[in-house]
């Protein structure tokens, strides 16, 4: 069996880098096969995970860092058995407990909220481990 690729990044907790992280995610899963998934497949499962990691790395950046300087680790695993993309992501910034965010009220105008419950939608794990001085996320995809 071949090993999994992996790619680890190192970005700083600022929104202007976050395309970074969306760009590795997508040229990783433009490369699955197209006989096996079908374009229209692909394309639509590259925007959905980048769409999730996307919110939960703004959440970092917003909420765990608050406008204090701090880096985001990303490890970016296409794993076979099951086919899978996993993408782990660390922070040393304030924790939070995702119990505590009410689900929206879809259909209702809010400015908050929406962002662990889409993460939620479009990924098949969402696991969050807030352990002291490291915050981990794992978000995983079946492909």
């Not at 970016?76 to 119990?99: K, W």
């Not at 505590?100 to 794990?125: A, C, H, I, N, S």
């Not at 696991?127 to 978000?139: E, M």
């Amino acid at each position: 069996m071949p090993p999994d690729d992996v790619i680890r990044l190192d970005l700083p907790a600022t929104h202007k880098y976050l395309n970074l992280l969306s760009a590795c995610i997508g040229e990783m899963l433009s490369r699955l096969d197209v006989s096996v998934h079908g374009q229209n497949e692909i394309e639509t499962t590259i925007y959905n995970v980048q769409l999730a990691v996307q919110e939960c790395c703004a959440n970092i950046v917003d909420h765990a860092y608050d406008a204090v300087d701090g880096r985001i680790q990303a490890t970016l695993i296409l794993a076979e058995s099951p086919r899978r993309l996993v993408v782990e992501l660390h922070d040393n910034g304030r924790a939070f407990e995702p119990e505590t965010v009410p689900q929206p009220t879809l259909g209702q105008p809010q400015v908050r909220g929406y962002g662990l419950f889409l993460m939620k939608e479009l990924l098949d794990e969402v696991d969050y481990d807030p352990q002291p001085g490291d915050n981990r996320w794992r978000l995983v995809k079946l492909l």
